[in-house]
């Protein structure tokens, strides 16, 4: 489908897309506008774009199920979140999804803009299901366990060889290094006496 508009931008407060598609159109991107998720999913249903960029918080559907939706609709869509409530495991999950940037509000235009500029000049983006991301969040832990598991199963005899050895080579050490410095103490003292006793060429 021929897709007339460049970036849709999205957000429940009007002044703000008011703003910022004034600001983009200015570059000579071509811009349109949704106040939420849900009319957002509805333009784009009809009209899809290069580049969407969305607030995360808004009333209805959020900037996630608007993500998820271009997941699985639309998944050559560029996507750039914007929010001011993120954390570093929300960030993770937004670009698990797909999303090509992350920008934590209050957002310069001078970042915003070259935000834009990067998208537009990306790839396509290879998204996975949300099932995949959730599932590989929860696998390495569930390895580590496995792997733990199998290594003590495969080596039982030499796990309970280093068990028993373990204190023996700790006494041994305890016991020998002390006999090991008076010996090495004796035979410095030994040489310095005999040096004293039979000084050379007497």
Do not use: C
Not at 38 to 66: F, N, T, Y
Not at 97 to 113: I, N, W
Request: no cysteine.
């Amino acid at each position: 489908m021929l897709r007339t508009n460049q970036v849709m931008f999205v957000d429940d407060e009007e002044g703000v897309r008011t703003s910022w598609q004034r600001f983009l159109r200015e570059r000579g991107v071509s811009t349109t506008t949704a106040p939420d998720g849900a009319s957002a999913i509805d333009q784009l249903s009809r009209e899809p774009v290069e580049v969407v960029v969305s607030d995360l918080r808004m009333p209805g559907k959020d900037g996630m199920e608007l993500l998820e939706w271009l997941q699985a609709r639309q998944p050559d869509t560029r996507f750039i979140m914007l929010t001011g409530y993120g954390d570093k495991g929300l960030e993770g999950r937004i670009r698990a999804l797909g999303a090509v940037d992350y920008l934590e509000k209050p957002v310069s235009p001078d970042v915003l803009a070259r935000a834009v500029e990067r998208a537009l000049a990306a790839d396509r983006v290879t998204r996975r299901p949300v099932e995949a991301v959730e599932a590989e969040q929860e696998a390495p832990t569930e390895a580590l366990v496995v792997e733990t598991s199998a290594a003590v199963k495969q080596s039982p005899v030499k796990t309970l060889g280093m068990i028993v050895a373990a204190p023996i080579l700790g006494l041994a050490f305890v016991v020998f290094l002390p006999v090991l410095g008076i010996g090495t103490l004796l035979w410095v003292l030994g040489r310095e006496l005999k040096s004293a006793l039979w000084p050379a060429g007497a």
